[in-house]
């Protein structure tokens, strides 16, 4: 009797191991790792999401804010996690493009460490510049920058930054020279651009919005391919500037040996909850649009994007 | 402007009708919230370690379910409500949760000490709701031209200022000035640990990437006092409860108000006009304000030791710079702190785009928050004072059950910064920093000033010469920047050579001696 | 003249402990000294870091100028100290301190794996014998109350993501 119960239980076992235990996934809650401080658009719409998947899959999608290390400490914690699907990571342009490029080790490889599940959001910039500098379109900036060479200050709140980068993609499609000075946060930046201290900013849209109608500062385009919905009248960049776009992107993560049947199915809740009307308007009032990429889209969407910042970055060798 | 003013307070008091079992009952909402938020706010503001900006994080997402009158209603009284309670922890335990409350920790817990413990509770409390009051008057009044202000103030400026602020430390110190700078710049050095900014290189982390962000205040505050105020009481020959209750009325008498009212009108003042600056103003309030009390104090030498206005001023200030600071945000809708932008946030999400068309187009919103401020402060004043009594009477537990306590909710709170056991740690390391430098007669309170303003300083100065192209003289053109350097030094001077006639400066570090020789 | 020590010590009337015949080590030697070897650290951590230019003023600047200062200072501290009279020094009484560190770390250690309820009262308990008035049965009752009391209070008050309870190999809770 012993002896078949212990088959049994053996036989159990081994059959659970080869399926990878994942016959009802999920069973219990799920983490989601969030390197970012609560409260950033990141965490709002990530949590946004996590509520519709709990209403989804009837379990709790839980938020856990790692944050340290501009968003390392917490992807690294999610890259050792077992692969059974019930941890996850929202991973970022910082997290998984431009801080591995930028930081001698971070920690953790974008590409092996993780399995690719969904991309979330997409947040692009705004370019903007104090009024008294002159220009009033894209292409009359790109003119007086490049009369003056190294003259023009740009803010950004530190190497690696969506404002950063946006400026670097900008001065290598531009061949523009621009002068680099870093802030605290992305309202330094503001106050500074109001005050007349700064020439100019890539500020994120939603940092951006309530400048809009302030005559101390002009709006010159956003950074994604389209205009963004809510903002019709700022053109974008690649108006003036074909094929120009960034964007602080966001996307959903797993320990890169989770089971694929897990992704799959991740995958396809997040792109219907992403095609909801409810969270394009969230999304569209700070300043973002939903990026609807299924598994292996998204994929390569990181791919690109790794290769085009690994050559924006060699280019400007900001590496350190 | 009464309009404005009886607008708001009609949207304050509103009431919903609910449905509840058929009957509809009325509530006052956004009151309701408006207490919530602080007494939240108090709680946040007495444990140590969680700070507002925490909190406010943590609750956020609660609020979408709100309306956004009523969700900034809530997480502003969260904000100037961790203030009031920030004050009670510095008073009682020598825990300054925040920046603002470092300044509280230096007489107020010596009043504590003396068994006055109820009194500057009192004190701290009234002179806040007067601050508060004062602060809502400016914004009603003075938003416009104090933001306009505000802008004037670019980096070189901000570095001027600090400088100042620095300064001004050195009339902080209790006792010997040059051991004092030894702390302002053991703090500053401090500042430093972290990834820089500018070109992302790694300053001082010994490689633990935890430190790539640099030491949290609060983690240093937390181990620098709290839990060195443990360790030192703990050595103490005496085994006794340490704060003790004076017998009698544990509230402050007419004579304790008579004499702070001088310094907290000073105090709001001050701590007002500071507090609309960006960034640093809200932390320089409290110091300006104990550095003029002290100042112009006829016994000085009592600031140290339990002198009232040593902590009516400061709390003024920090509460004036509470409500003032949300003077950039409500005009041109930029937010000048962490916390505030998450109240743009919110708005945000709800779909209110902040900034000077809040005024026009959502005037509920406005003048309802800004009526809301008051009301908030009033709640507190009356929440706060019946809770001295409670205080003083916690007080009477043996100390031998409370340190522990203490230290439960310290590591708690502290291991909730970054969900890191390692803020544990690092905050115990500076414990043992903080009881060493007791006992060899060495002030921590210098230190977190360093600390604070040592990064506020760097950040700033490097971004003033590279906007001037390396031109030092930047900071002596700019006619602004010209005459902070010039009160400065003259404030120093000045200082200086009074103190070294008083003899002062020596005698107290006489007696700071004998304590701690042991 | 002015002696450093005394500046930083203080004229005063002189203290029964003072032994006016030989110079010496006094506490402020041994804070100086410390000072002197903080500032070398810091000297040497960032001695790769670049000063920069006037322009664009590097990481390394505030650093080393700081732990310069801070070497300097030290330096006249303990020199000025070795010239005036000789001080006792205080006495440190490690044991309590040490108690409180270590219940500091075991609660650190103790957190993630075993949730909050041990952790929190392993702290008290460890942290409350250091008191020399303590009784250890009274202790054990109020660590355990106030660690369900704290406990309760962070996880469901303010969300923080720590268990109450862990045991291994069962479940977190």
């Known amino acids: 009797m012993r002896f ?67 968003g390392n400490i917490g992807t690294q914690v999610a890259a050792q996690a077992p692969a059974d699907g019930y941890t996850l990571v929202v991973g970022t342009i910082s997290t998984h493009s431009l801080n591995p490029l930028l930081m001698k080790d971070a920690g953790f490889d974008p590409i092996k460490d993780f399995a690719a599940v969904s991309g979330l959001f997409d947040i692009p910039n705004i370019l903007l510049v104090k009024a008294s500098l002159g220009p009033t379109d894209v292409k009359g900036f790109i003119d007086q920058a490049k009369q003056n060479p190294g003259k023009i200050f740009f803010g950004t709140t530190g190497a690696g930054s969506s404002q950063f980068m946006a400026a670097q993609l900008f001065q290598a499609r531009t061949g523009t020279k621009l002068k680099h000075v870093t802030f605290k946060g992305a309202g330094d930046i503001m106050t500074a651009l109001l005050g007349g201290h700064l020439d100019m900013a890539f500020n994120s849209a939603v940092a951006s919005m309530p400048l809009l109608s302030n005559p101390s500062v002009k709006v010159l385009g956003v950074t994604s391919a389209q205009r963004l919905p809510g903002l019709e009248q700022v053109p974008a960049i690649s108006e003036t500037i074909p094929g120009f776009q960034m964007g602080s992107w966001a996307g959903v993560f797993a320990p890169a040996s989770t089971p694929p049947d897990i992704v799959q199915s991740l995958s396809d809740a997040v792109q219907t909850i992403l095609n909801e009307l409810e969270t394009k308007a969230a999304a569209e009032r700070l300043g973002s649009v939903t990026l609807p990429l299924p598994a292996a889209k998204f994929k390569d969407f990181v791919s690109s994007e790794q290769k085009k910042w690994a050559d924006i970055v060699a280019q400007s060798d900001s590496q350190q | ?344 946030g919110a708005m945000t999400v709800q779909g209110v785009v902040p900034g000077p068309q809040v005024m026009t187009r959502n005037p509920e919103l406005f003048w309802g928050l800004i009526v809301s401020m008051w009301v908030g402060n009033a709640m507190l004043l009356i929440i706060n004072l019946p809770l001295i009594g409670l205080w003083v009477k916690f007080l009477s537990v043996p100390y031998r059950l409370l340190f522990p306590g203490v230290l439960v909710v310290s590591a708690v709170g502290l291991f909730s910064i970054g969900n890191s056991e390692f803020s544990v740690i690092l905050a115990a390391l500076f414990a043992v920093v903080g009881y060493l430098l007791a006992k060899f007669g060495f002030e921590p309170a210098p230190i977190l000033l360093g600390f604070v303003l040592g990064g506020l300083f760097e950040d700033n100065f490097r971004r003033a010469l590279v906007l001037s192209s390396g031109d030092l003289l930047t900071f002596v053109e700019r006619p602004l920047s010209l005459a902070l350097i010039v009160i400065s030094f003259a404030a120093l001077l000045l200082g200086l050579i009074s103190s070294s006639r008083r003899k002062v400066i020596f005698s107290d570090d006489q007696q700071k001696d004998e304590m701690w020789r042991m | 003249m002015l002696q450093f020590g005394s500046v930083f010590r203080g004229r005063g009337p002189m203290r029964a402990s003072d032994d006016t015949s030989a110079a010496g080590v006094s506490r402020e030697t041994i804070a100086g000294a410390s000072l002197i070897l903080i500032g070398g650290i810091a000297i040497l951590a960032t001695w790769r870091l670049p000063f920069g230019t006037l322009d664009e003023v590097g990481p390394g600047f505030l650093p080393r100028v700081t732990a310069v200062l801070l070497a300097a200072i030290g330096f006249f501290l303990t020199v000025g100290s070795l010239r005036t009279p000789a001080v006792s020094l205080p006495t440190l009484h490690w044991s309590k301190g040490a108690m409180v560190v270590g219940a500091l770390v075991a609660f650190a250690v103790l957190a993630r794996p075993l949730g909050m309820l041990p952790a929190c009262a392993v702290l008290y308990w460890i942290s409350g014998m250091a008191a020399p008035d303590v009784r250890p049965r009274e202790l054990l009752v109020a660590g355990a109350i106030f660690a369900i009391a704290c406990a309760a209070l962070f996880k469901f008050g303010f969300g923080l993501q720590l268990p109450l309870l862990a045991i291994p190999g069962i479940g977190r809770f």
């Open chain 1, 4 to 70: 078949l119960k212990a088959t049994a239980l053996a036989l159990t076992i081994a059959i659970s191991v080869v399926t990878g235990v994942s016959a009802a996934w999920p069973e219990r809650p799920v983490t989601v790792i969030v390197p970012f401080s609560a409260g950033g658009t990141t965490d709002v719409l990530a949590r946004l999401v996590a509520e519709k998947l709990r209403a989804h899959f009837k379990v709790p999608f839980l938020i856990e804010n790692r944050t340290g290390g501009s």
């Open chain 2, 1 to 344: 402007m009464w309009d404005n003013l009886l607008l708001g307070l009609s949207v304050n008091f509103q009431i919903s009708w609910f449905d509840l079992f058929g009957f509809a009952i009325p509530v006052p909402t956004y009151i309701l919230l408006c207490l919530a938020g602080c007494l939240i706010g108090t709680l946040i503001g007495v444990l140590p370690g969680l700070g507002p900006v925490a909190t406010v994080s943590i609750l956020l997402p609660l609020t979408f379910g709100l309306d956004v009158v009523g969700a900034l209603i809530m997480l502003s009284g969260i904000y100037y409500g961790a203030q009031y309670g920030g004050s009670t922890a510095a008073i009682l335990v020598r825990i300054p949760g925040e920046v603002t409350s470092v300044v509280t920790v230096i007489d107020g817990h010596e009043m504590a000490r003396q068994g006055r413990a109820g009194a500057a509770l009192g004190i701290a409390a009234i002179g806040s709701f007067v601050a508060g009051t004062f602060g809502t008057l400016v914004i009603v009044l003075f938003s416009a031209p104090l933001s306009q202000m505000a802008l004037t103030f670019g980096p070189a400026e901000y570095c001027s200022l600090i400088l100042m602020g620095l300064l001004l430390a050195v009339v902080l110190a209790q006792g010997s000035i040059p051991k004092a700078v030894v702390m302002i710049v053991l703090g500053v050095l401090l500042s430093c640990v972290g990834r820089d900014q500018e070109t992302g290189a790694e300053r001082l982390t010994f490689g633990f990437q935890i430190l790539a962000d640099g030491i949290d205040f609060s983690v240093l505050a937390l181990g620098l006092f709290g839990i060195a105020e443990v360790m030192r009481n703990l050595d103490g020959a005496e085994g006794g409860d340490k704060v003790i209750a004076r017998p009698g009325s544990p509230y402050p008498t007419w004579q304790e108000i008579k004499e702070s009212a001088g310094a907290i009108v000073r105090g709001s003042a001050l701590g007002g006009l500071l507090g609309v600056l960006p960034g640093s103003g809200g932390a320089l309030g409290p110091f300006a304000s104990y550095a003029v009390e002290k100042r112009i104090a006829k016994d000085p030498g009592r600031f140290g030791h339990g002198a009232i206005q040593g902590v009516a001023g400061p709390e003024a200030a920090n509460n004036a710079g509470a409500q003032t600071s949300f003077i950039p945000m409500l005009t041109l809708g930029v937010p000048p702190t962490a916390l505030m932008a998450l109240l743009v």
